[in-house]
Nanobody, 132 residues
Framework: QVQVVESGGGLVQAGDSLRLNCTVS????????MAWFRQAPGKERQGVSC????????YYHDSVKGRFTISRDNAKNTLYLQMNSLKPDDTAMYYC?????????????????????????WGQGVRVDVSS
């Protein structure tokens, strides 16, 4: 049984930091690309960051570059998202996603640079609220 479980969300003030965690079971974690998506009220889901199976290749949405850091611990089947200098615009539900079909790398949409939404397994999400 596949389980993708996020933790670490909360209510913070602008400028604060949070770390999101995602533990995965029932999948060959060390062979799959992993990603964080977010969805703010009234907006479409957005790919925030992605990391290849080995951790050597990463993707960040332009809006979080320089502030967020994605990492993974394959020995612990855990994905992380360190979020620094948080802004009210970062307020959203954050979802952890695991690639399917043994896909090891992250890919972006040609032209837009947005992360391709090709992920097969999703967590329930954690809420991040950033007050001004």
């Amino acid at each position: 049984q596949v389980q993708v479980v996020e933790s670490g969300g909360g209510l913070v003030q602008a400028g604060d930091s949070l770390r999101l965690n995602c533990t995965v079971s029932g999948l060959p974690f060390n062979g799959l690309a992993m990603a964080w998506f977010r969805q703010a009220p009234g907006k479409e889901r957005q790919g925030v960051s992605c990391i290849s199976y080995s951790g050597k290749s990463v993707y960040y949405h332009d809006s979080v570059k320089g502030r967020f850091t994605i990492s993974r611990d394959n020995a612990k089947n855990t994905l992380y998202l360190q979020m620094n200098s948080l802004k009210p615009d970062d307020t959203a539900m954050y979802y952890c996603a695991a690639a399917g079909a043994a896909r090891k790398y992250c890919t972006a949409v040609a032209g837009t640079g947005e992360l391709k939404d090709e992920f097969a397994y999703w967590g329930q999400g954690v809420r991040v609220d950033v007050s001004s």
